[in-house]
C-alpha cells in the first residue's frame, strides 16, 4: 500500500513539475515573463534594449535625416484652428497670441497694422461664422523648411469702427465669403512639431 502511495506522489509531483515548466519555461533574456490578462495583452516589451549594429545605426540616421511627410488631414485641422485663432487675435490687437503663432517678419507687419489701428483709435471686429473649405494647394522644402500652403474659404462679418462705435465699413448684419491663401512653415530637423504662419496673401481675382 505503502509503495502504491509512493508512486501516487511521485506522479503528481511530475506532473506538478511540467506544469511549472509550461508556465514558466525558457524564455530570452530581454522578454519579461508576464501573466496574460487579455488578448490585447500579448506584447512583451523588453526590459532592455537591443544592440543595434553600427549599420543599423547609420540606415536609421538616415531615415531621420529625411524629411517626413504630414498627416494632411492632420495638419489641416490645426491649421483651421490656427486661423481662425489668428484672425480673432489680429482683430483684438492681440500681439501675445499673434507672437506664439506668426514668424517674425510677418508678425512685425501685423503688429506694424494694430498700432496703426490703435492711433487711429479705430477698433476691427471679426466674427467668422464657419470655414467651408481648407486644402492644401502646395508643399514645397527649401534649405532645411518646409512650408505648406494653404487655401481657406470661410463666411466672416469685419466690421471697423470709430472711437465713438460708428461703423466706418462693413455691415454687422452681413456675412460675406472670403478666400484667403496663407502659408506656414516649420523646420524639418526642429523637435517642436508646431507650425507658423509665414505668409499671407489674397488670390488672384
Known amino acids: 500500500m505503502a509503495f502504491l502511495d509512493i508512486i501516487l506522489f511521485a506522479v503528481i509531483a511530475a506532473f506538478l513539475g511540467y506544469r511549472l515548466w509550461l508556465i514558466l519555461g525558457t524564455h530570452d533574456v530581454d522578454k519579461p515573463i508576464r501573466k496574460r490578462e487579455s488578448k490585447e495583452d500579448e506584447v512583451v516589451i523588453p526590459v532592455r534594449a537591443r544592440t543595434v549594429s553600427s549599420k543599423a545605426k547609420t540606415?536609421?540616421?538616415?531615415?531621420?535625416?529625411?524629411?517626413?511627410?504630414?498627416?494632411?488631414?492632420?495638419?489641416?485641422?490645426?491649421?483651421?484652428?490656427?486661423?481662425?485663432?489668428?484672425?480673432?487675435?489680429?482683430?483684438?490687437?492681440?500681439?501675445?497670441?499673434?507672437?506664439?503663432?506668426?514668424?517674425?517678419?510677418?508678425?512685425?507687419?501685423?503688429?506694424?497694422?494694430?498700432?496703426?489701428?490703435?492711433?487711429?483709435?479705430?477698433?476691427?471686429?471679426?466674427?467668422?461664422?464657419?470655414?467651408?473649405?481648407?486644402?492644401?494647394?502646395?508643399?514645397?522644402?527649401?534649405?532645411?523648411?518646409?512650408?505648406?500652403?494653404?487655401?481657406?474659404?470661410?463666411?466672416?462679418?469685419?466690421?471697423t469702427r470709430d472711437s465713438k462705435g460708428k461703423v466706418l465699413e462693413g455691415d454687422p448684419d452681413r456675412y460675406s465669403e472670403v478666400t484667403d491663401i496663407w502659408t506656414f512653415s516649420r523646420p524639418i530637423k526642429s523637435t517642436n512639431p508646431n507650425w507658423k504662419l509665414v505668409a499671407t496673401q489674397v488670390p488672384e481675382v
Do not use: H, W
Request: negative net charge; glycine residues 2%.
Open 59 to 159: 540606415e536609421a540616421s538616415v531615415e531621420e535625416e529625411q524629411p517626413k511627410s504630414i498627416d494632411e488631414d492632420r495638419f489641416l485641422q490645426g491649421a483651421t484652428l490656427a486661423f481662425r485663432e489668428i484672425v480673432e487675435a489680429y482683430a483684438a490687437g492681440n500681439t501675445i497670441v499673434l507672437k506664439k503663432l506668426l514668424e517674425i517678419p510677418l508678425l512685425e507687419t501685423f503688429e506694424d497694422m494694430i498700432n496703426k489701428r490703435k492711433k487711429a483709435r479705430k477698433t476691427l471686429e471679426v466674427d467668422i461664422s464657419r470655414i467651408t473649405k481648407a486644402e492644401i494647394i502646395d508643399k514645397r522644402e527649401e534649405k532645411g523648411t518646409a512650408y505648406v500652403t494653404v487655401r481657406f474659404v470661410s463666411e466672416q462679418c469685419l466690421v
